[in-house]
């Protein structure tokens, strides 16, 4: 029962198993919540959302190891909550959630410093750590392009 659970929340409903871009496909699903849930995209209820995901996908992803090795690709809880991290204070837009989805995407591939160190972090730390990170980097540069789009369109 234990390890039923961590498969369906550590494969992030199941987005985990889809045979390719499965990280891709997590992040969809994790942007499709935010979109279609009522209220999910209320900040209190993200930040919530993000840190219990954040806390069972540590324990999720730490015993989906025991099966599919180290930092699995079956394990997509991860860009749940870094995608959510990166839609935070954001306005809710089709523009926003855009840019939000292809630069998390963009800082969860390339795994610019320290996130490529947070994975290194053992068991489901590492596995969750550095989409966090990747997150924090997605979300900042949201909000760096809209501080540029409004200085520029205040000149």
């Known amino acids: 029962m234990k390890m ?21 496909l997590g992040s969809a699903l994790a942007v499709a919540m935010y979109w279609f849930i009522p209220g999910f995209s209320e900040t209190t209820f993200l930040l919530l959302a993000a840190l219990i995901f954040f806390f069972a996908g540590v324990w999720a992803s730490s015993l989906l190891e ?16 870094g995608q959510w ?3 935070l204070f954001l306005p809710k837009t089709l523009l926003s959630i855009s ?3 292809a630069a ?3 800082f969860d591939i390339t795994k610019i410093e320290p996130a490529n160190q947070l994975q290194k972090l053992p068991r489901g ?3 969750m750590m550095d989409d966090v990170m990747a997150g924090i980097y997605a979300n900042l540069f949201c ?5 540029l789009l409004g200085q520029l369109s205040s000149q």
Do not use: N
């Not at 699995?72 to 860009?79: F, K, L, V």
């Not at 909000?143 to 501080?147: E, G, L, M, S, V």
């Open 4 to 24: 039923l659970l961590a498969k369906i929340l550590g494969t992030g409903f199941g987005t985990g198993y889809f045979p390719f871009a499965s990280g891709t």
């Open 66 to 81: 025991e099966p599919y090795g180290q930092d699995p690709s079956e394990a997509t809880i991860d860009e749940l909550v």
């Open 85 to 87: 991290i990166a839609l």
């Open 99 to 101: 840019l939000a989805f």
């Open 104 to 106: 998390f995407r963009f």
């Open 125 to 127: 730390w590492g596995v």
């Open 143 to 147: 909000h760096a392009i809209y501080f």
